[in-house]
């Protein structure tokens, strides 16, 4: 959080210098305010490079009750769920020197829902890095938490992008996305370590920049209490290594990328392999040359700046496993045979191969795949009297086999049930789809729980042993085990993921919920897209801003349709292309600036439109409109709206288990509707606290398709198809905290 | 002093190392004749092969029955899983194509019918490795039906395809070979490589006495009388010519 508040700041001071510079051009002398505030944001970033320890961070507290309805929940569902917490963060900064500094971050969470359980409450840490720039400002290095980013199809987080997202959810999504350590930029979240040597100017001027840069992180492993051996090996491990070069020259920029992802294989396990186990080595590589240019170097006096991005990159993909199976074991012994020649019987000694069939470790092979990714774009942006512009126009192309884990997977991943989680619902197929579907993708979007719980005898997770409730029975242990000292878990419910998957894990995701996009669900290395992309922003004064996207993709050798084989009489899937066209427009105004008001009123609203032709054929529709607005003196009112639509024309298949394990299709989703409404005010109460209070109503219906046992299509009594059923779910959400700053 | 011990050391594992040779001899390969050809030897005597393409056939069945086994045993439970009665399950099984010894009786009555195939496999050299004579027939004897049995893949339709083009389908164990060579052909006058030269042909034949001790059975491993020529064989005759002095 506090990283983010910096960046706020840094944000802030830029757009502020950006303004006072604006105004001093102007010779506009009202701006008293803005130049103050600019001093002390001056002021406070010198503060900020002060040797020593320093406090900082935010505190607060708030409730939230969740109140949720739906005709398909069972009669015995909870349908409200309250929190209420005091939850302080701490960012402990110790600068040893000007140089270096360490950052730890610290969670102190108080749950009042579970106070009188709780009795002492321990403190979480959840950032640990040491940074610095040394050696004359030419090295700059993370060791620890770290936030790392290459290029688009390197090291890269595609990031969902709304446009004229109004403050009210941008603000939750961010809070969301705080709660995992992440943060809204296409920089990946990793551990390890990452040292970056750039030169400064070289040659007289002639190049500007020289950099290389290595960054080394473990992407994933598992807890264990004890290595066994040497730096245990275990199943989750994996790694990355990456290097770039680049250099600057004449507004150009040349650059070579490298990442190696890696599942650690060849040393020793820290547990045998089962019987059913099977395990995955994934190793994924990608080569890039990156290529971009700025004219507003070599030609500063134009009116308007044009240049180019473009990247090639190369990128290799291979998974084997191992596994327990049955493999013939050779062993050799001399046996002797006979044969009759010239009618007398005569034997012979061979070699006999008289192996066995026994159980061994076996390793296969499954996929070996490289391809090739290309983007180019063009731009051109520039200020014309008040109104700046920026237009972008880019092709890409990227092979059906590329594959780049390190700038796909998206943090935002979704469906899971975030307020409400306890409701229980009437019919297994409801339940089911919450399961496998997902719930509401804007509540994944911009809610998020945070919870401390007191583990004990009741709630500790155990499996396959005996708790002290088990059986019914009352346990000799039970009040023992009841008062729990110091173990308290914290529990997340949230829709992001720090968590970078691998593509075989991310395949059923990128269908489903397309909030990144659903031409580009994981960004420009979506892997088997082709085609343009343009993007255009234009602000005037910063009273009125104006955006507009447009995609338009193909991806190849989808199934497009069915025909019947007049040979076999059977009907084979065609292949084709699908065909996706998005589009989105935004448009916001801040009518406090336009009518030379002294408060920003800033309206906003947004929409887009995307679409696929075949597949799922999938038609996604999203709404936005907002306002923030300062009412009065330290009051502002903060509302926006979202209504977000998924449709799947062709169905969206949700499969069950039958009796006997096997799947089969239980429905079929045909369309999702989803609406939230957000209002609030805020109240600043003291400088940089506020008091908040916000009213929410979130409703989510799915329609579906039920299918029969045998996985057909539900008939009525007449033979003619069920109507589609719904799953409407609604909650209404009341919000209040008080948030300091310090 | 501790310096000085420590060179004398580091000296010392210097000329040994020195010393030492780095070549890695070949057990397999070093008691062969130089010129040993694991594919002559192979053709002189088919046999050898005959004997590791029936174990291959072999091993490949027991891999098949383990795998249908494996197999069946998933959707037996599935079926029972389901409430069907126990007869029910055996015949769905069996239908299902999935018990091997319902697959095993069929597929060799269907190899026994094939008279053709059959033929070919009897008097294939490397197959039955019977004289063209007694492969007219094959049927007729039971002796070389038993053995000729033994090429059956179970479940494989075409398996003359398979076995007439065996030196791609079936590896060669050149090492089990090569080594039948040394641990009893050498012994037994077997020859190694065809005549091609006069001084070849110029050789004496085995020793009779030799030959006839060997055929003569013995009781005791001690008694027994190796053979210490090395023999090439007339490719056209069979004659074995002792090659060495």
Redesign the interface.
Known sequence: MNFNMNMRKFLLTSAVAFSTAAAFAADNQGEVVTQQKSLLEKLDSLNAAVLGLKINGTAKAGVLASFSSSDQYAKESPTQENQAFTDVNLRVTARPSSETMIDVQLRLHKDWQSAYDENNNPVIGHWFSYDGTILNKHVDFNLGYMRVGYTPLTVFTPQTEILQEPEIFSEKRREALEKRNLDTTSRRLLQGLNVMYHSGSLGGGVVDNVTAQLTGARIRNNAKKVDQVFFDFDFTDRYMLGARAGIDAYGAHLGLNFVNLFDRKYSSRSKAIDNSDTVFYDHNRVISVDLAFDSKKVLPDLPVTFGLNGEVAFSKWDVNYDYMGKKFKSSYKIAEERYTEDGKSKRFVYIKNDGTLSTALLNNDTIDVSGQSFYASLFVKGGINDIDFKVDAGYLKTDKDFWSEMASSPVYQGRSVILNANALYGTPTDSLLLATFGASSLENLYFNVYNSTTLQATNLMTVGSTNALSDNSESANLYARLNNNYKNGHFYRNGYTGTIAKRMELDPLMELDPSVGLALPLGLATPNRKGVIVKADVNWADKVFFNARMNMLTEADVVVDYALDPTTQTMVPVMGENKFTEFAVGVGADIGAIAALDRQILVQGSFSLGKENANLKRTATRIVAGVTADVWGPIAFLAGFQQYEKKFDNGYGIYGENESGLPVKVASVTKATEQLLLAGVRVKIAPLSYLSVQYGMLKNELEYNAFGADGTPLLNAEGAPEPPKKLSISKNVIMADVTVNF | MKKLYQYTMILLAGVVGACSSLDVSDPYSENLPSDFSVSTYMQMYP??RK??IK??VK?RN??VE??LNQQKAKVKA?LE??GFAAEIVEDSLTKLGLDYNAIKTQDEANFKANTAALVEICKNPFLG?YPEASCANPAADATIMKDLAGFNFINVADDFAILSNNNVTIPV?SV??S??YI??GRD?GWAYRWCVSEADLAGPARDPAIEAAQAAPVDDPEKFVADPGIYCKEQLTGILHKVNP
């Open positions: 046999r050898l004997y590791q174990d291959y091993a027991v891999i383990d795998s599935m899983q389901q490795s164990d089990a070979i080594q039948q641990i009893f037994h």
